[in-house]
């Protein structure tokens, strides 16, 4: 309950953003009510490297900072959009926890994450499965929502609930095993 009105004071901070078109998947901003259950889903401490790929205006690595102490990555290729997660991270007060970077996730390196979030399309998890498997120390926690890396990785936990606004969200959970899935 903590953390939820955590993430309700932490929605107060954010600028609303138009929808900016992304090149491979459109801009779509996680509710922060889901932002909390991702990050507890992923069991998520102060000792963790968050990375969010495609982190739009910056709320999950935010949300992991202010919540746990996690220092916490974005990446995303829109300039305006690590523009935006810069001046949400000072608003909340975590600009020394968090880095926003303007990158292709398809040419990271994110091997430092002990935690990576995503709420990209399947076809580009899938895509992104290789890079995700053959970075990741064993160990690592993969948390996408709404969508699957496809039926050859099956998830290790799923989490099916109802919103407040009673939208009805999934989420996936994947443990890297140090296996490259191609």
């Given amino acids: 309950m903590r953390s939820l009105l ?8 954010f600028i609303p953003s138009p929808v900016t078109p992304q090149k491979l998947v459109p801009y779509v901003p996680t509710a922060h009510e889901v932002v909390d259950r991702m990050l507890v889903l992923a069991e998520v401490t ?10 739009g205006d910056g709320r ?5 900072a202010k919540i746990y102490g996690a220092k916490g990555v974005g990446l995303d290729i829109d300039p305006d959009r690590i523009k935006e997660s810069w001046v949400n991270a ?7 926890l968090v880095d926003f970077r303007e990158q ?10 002990t935690v990576v979030t995503l709420y990209l399309l399947s076809s580009f998890n899938e895509r992104l499965r290789p890079i995700l498997t053959k970075q990741l120390k064993p160990g690592t926690r ?3 929502h709404a969508f699957s890396m496809g039926p050859t990785w099956p998830a290790d936990k799923i989490d099916r609930f109802t919103t407040s606004t009673g939208d009805e969200t999934t989420l996936y ?7 490259i899935r191609p």
């Fill in 6 to 13: 955590l993430a309700a004071g932490l929605a107060a901070l």
């Fill in 46 to 55: 102060k000792d963790d490297v968050v990375f969010d790929l495609g982190s």
């Fill in 60 to 64: 999950i690595p935010i949300a992991a």
């Fill in 90 to 96: 000072k608003a909340a007060g975590v600009e020394r």
């Fill in 104 to 113: 292709d996730v398809l040419k990271a390196d994110i091997s430092e994450a």
């Fill in 142 to 144: 993969i948390v996408s």
């Fill in 173 to 179: 959970l994947w443990k890297a095993d140090g296996k």
